[in-house]
């Protein structure tokens, strides 16, 4: 069975820097494409970065420039560096599949705030 668990979230001021992690436990892990999305407070979850097998890269217009998504293969993780926060970056994050093929982790908080 699959498994995504994210971590590394939590509490920053807003111009600072997260580094967010995701294990996957997902057999052929480095054939996927993997993303990252968040889900903000009453809003839908939206597509914030991804990362094919190939190691090429897309963002959301919002984080370009200022988030980095990699991947290990040899580890099964997704990273994701947060840098130059904004307070509308708070929102739960999540990683999955790209489409999302897997059941959904519980995600890790992001909170941007001084």
């Known amino acids: 069975q699959v498994q995504l668990v994210e971590s590394g979230g939590g509490l920053v001021q807003p111009g600072g820097s997260l580094r967010l992690s995701c294990a996957a436990s997902?057999?052929?892990?480095?054939?996927?494409?993997m993303a990252w999305y968040h889900q903000a407070p009453g809003k839908q979850r939206a597509l914030v970065a991804s990362?094919?097998?190939?190691?090429?890269?897309n963002y959301a217009d919002t984080v370009k420039g200022r988030f980095t998504i990699s991947r290990d293969n040899n580890k099964n993780m997704v990273y994701l560096q947060m840098n130059n926060v904004k307070p509308e970056d708070t929102a739960v994050y999540y990683c999955n599949s790209f489409p999302a093929n897997f059941d959904w982790g519980k995600g890790t908080l992001v909170t941007v705030s001084s």
């Open positions: 997902v057999s052929m892990f480095s054939f996927y494409t």
């Open positions: 990362i094919s097998s190939v190691t090429s890269t």
